[in-house]
């Protein structure tokens, strides 16, 4: 199993910063996939960014050029520092891990942290 932990979320205004991170402990050598998703208040969750154990991030493209991913393997742990925010980021951030393929037999298909209000106000 898998644990995640994120931290960094709050309220900032129009244009500033924040920095989520997310840290994994347990079986994080079954991990391949990390990434960040949100879900504001009436609407369906949706991806932010993500990227596998060794490959390129994906971002959202409403997000391109102002977030930004990283993933310390070693630490296994993920950021997210997100620039320039407007009000519609607003939303609960949520990391989440996807178990590699080899490992699919003996765990869970992915796992959720328990979330991270970021509010932006305008």
């Known amino acids: 199993q898998v644990q995640l932990v994120e931290s960094g979320g709050g309220l900032v205004q129009a244009g500033g910063s924040l920095r989520l991170s997310c840290a994994a402990s347990g079986s994080t050598f079954s991990i391949d996939t990390m990434g960040w998703y949100r879900q504001a208040p009436g609407k369906q969750r949706e991806m932010v960014a993500s990227?596998?154990?060794?490959?390129?991030?994906s971002y959202a493209d409403s997000v391109k050029g102002r977030f930004t991913f990283s993933r310390d393997n070693a630490k296994n742990t993920v950021y997210l520092q997100m620039n320039s925010l407007k009000p519609e980021d607003t939303a609960v951030y949520y990391c989440?891990?996807?178990?590699?393929?080899?490992?699919?037999?003996?765990?869970?298909?992915?796992?959720w942290g328990q979330g991270t209000q970021v509010t932006v106000s305008s």
């Open positions: 990227r596998r154990r060794f490959g390129s991030t």
């Open positions: 989440n891990a996807e178990t590699s393929t080899y490992y699919r037999e003996s765990y869970p298909d992915d796992y």
